[in-house]
């Protein structure tokens, strides 16, 4: 599973994140170690406060855990994991706190720590916890049989779509997706070679060259927004500057906000508003059938937990109803049959925790396949959603060139592809060894006949000269 960590301060604000409702479906508290509060918000406050007498700003140590998207991972594996990160950087011990969440068919999981050491009143260091982070993650995929991303086998193959939280900020505000907006970034560079034709794509996509405050070239969004074409794109200021040129020359990011809104919103609007309109029509209905099924799945859970404890707590009786009272009951002790039952018992309680925990599970894996099967109508009805605005901002790129007295680039990437997977094939060139052989033909003839111009030359000598006595030239 991939993990993400990060040190950080703010104790009621990441309690709150920790259980927002609006996002997630279902939030759910695993585990608090190590705090006198039993909810989430006190005990990262407790944190906090503890953490006033030292020096320390960023006392916790928040870390995601983000399995393969699918997979359905036990609980067990979850809490793997959370040990060999403690081991790792040092936290074995620490208080902690562990929730769950599930949104969009997938099952993650969060856990904070606290740095802080009460007895010595100092910080855990955090050193190099990224790169320990990325073993551990190696680790788990390896010993679970899963699949490891290219990323994490080698940096530098890691997914270019993959966005940061404020890049997902950004995107959410436009109701977008982050990959999404970085991929049409990368298809519109890798389908120019000039600063004008990538002007021109990123137009097509719905996007805006201008010169950024600081980043150099930014895309602007059709609502505003501004997104770094250098992070977008992996590139680096040098390649930028060698393709696009220097950004002086072009509009400011308030000047291209105005261009949009003065002549390229007026005509458009109306098509994009009635693309949205359609979109969000077809959504909400899914979005109905999302809320109502994770109620219903809500319920379900609640259920079983209540008929579980009903369960543990009659099974418990019957375990205390096997200790005999009186004379009985200090004959088993002195005989040692108490502490068998003792045994037992106990026994009994890790199976019967463990066999809930694992009706458990199976009752979430099936809710969650349930959800990723409407998580696909959900993605469907987005994507159609995202090639319809795409092709409006296509159309409308073309109209202003046509406007400019330009011709329009009337196809699509994906159509120009097609166009050259349809074309037949050229034949490959003949090897080199064929033009030699070839040319062989032409280098005798040109030799021999120079060969024979000597030869005629030498009798004219022998006609015209002085008698020759000595042997015949012809030879």
């Not at 855990?124 to 790169?131: A, G, V």
């Not at 436009?174 to 519109?188: D, S, T």
């Amino acid at each position: 599973m991939i993990l993400k960590g990060s040190q950080r301060s703010g104790a009621k604000q990441l309690g709150l994140h920790l259980l927002k409702t609006e996002v997630n479906e279902h939030v759910e508290l695993h585990d608090i170690r190590g705090f006198m509060s039993d909810d989430v918000v006190g005990a990262l406050r407790e944190a906090e406060a503890i953490a006033k007498g030292t020096k320390c700003r960023q006392f916790m140590f928040s870390v995601s855990l983000n399995p393969p998207e699918n997979e359905r991972v036990h609980v067990r594996t979850f809490e793997k994991a959370l040990e060999a990160i403690e081991e790792k950087n040092g936290l074995t011990g620490q208080p902690r706190v562990v929730v769950f969440h599930e949104k969009e068919g997938r099952r993650h999981c969060h856990a904070v720590w606290s740095r802080i050491d009460p007895e010595t009143m100092t910080a855990k260091p955090m050193s190099f916890y990224k790169n320990k982070l990325r073993e551990v993650s190696r680790q788990l995929y390896v010993e679970n049989g899963w699949q490891m991303p290219r990323g994490l086998i080698d940096p530098k193959d890691r997914d270019p779509r993959n966005f940061s939280l404020d890049e997902w900020q950004q995107a959410k505000r436009v109701g977008r997706h982050a990959g999404e907006l970085k991929e049409l970034i990368q298809e519109a560079w890798a389908t120019s070679d000039s600063a004008r034709t990538f002007a021109h794509a990123l137009e097509e996509r719905g996007f805006y060259l201008a010169r950024g405050d600081r980043r150099g070239h930014v895309a602007v969004t059709f609502e505003g927004e501004v997104i770094s074409v250098s992070r977008a794109t992996g590139k680096k200021a040098k390649e930028l500057h060698a393709r696009l040129g220097k950004p002086d020359a072009l509009n400011s990011v308030e000047e291209t906000r105005k261009r949009i809104a003065e002549d390229i919103l007026p005509r458009i609007k109306s098509h994009v508003d009635e693309a949205r309109a359609s979109a969000r029509a077809e959504l909400d209905q899914l979005n109905a059938r999302r809320v109502e099924m994770a109620k219903a799945h809500a319920d379900e859970r609640a259920k079983l937990d209540a008929g579980q404890k009903a369960r543990f707590q009659a099974e418990a009786r019957t375990r205390a109803d096997r200790f005999r009272k009186g004379m009985m009951g200090l004959w088993d002790r002195l005989t040692g049959k108490r502490a068998q039952l003792e045994k037992q018992n106990q026994l009994e309680v890790m199976w019967a925790l463990r066999r809930d925990q694992d009706q458990r599970q199976m009752t979430i894996n099936e809710q969650l396949h349930e959800r990723g099967d409407l998580q696909k109508e959900i993605n469907a009805a987005r994507t159609k959603h995202a090639q319809a605005l795409r092709a409006l901002h296509h159309d409308a790129a073309n109209y202003r060139l046509m406007r400019r007295g330009e011709e329009p680039k009337a196809k699509t990437v994906f159509e120009r592809l097609d166009t050259l997977r349809a074309e037949p094939k050229k034949q490959p060139e003949r090897p080199r060894f064929d033009k030699l052989k070839e040319r062989k033909p032409e280098r005798q003839t040109r030799s021999t006949t120079s060969a024979q111009d000597r030869l005629r030359k030498l009798r004219e000598q022998k006609r015209e000269g002085p008698s020759y006595d000595g042997p015949d030239l012809d030879r």
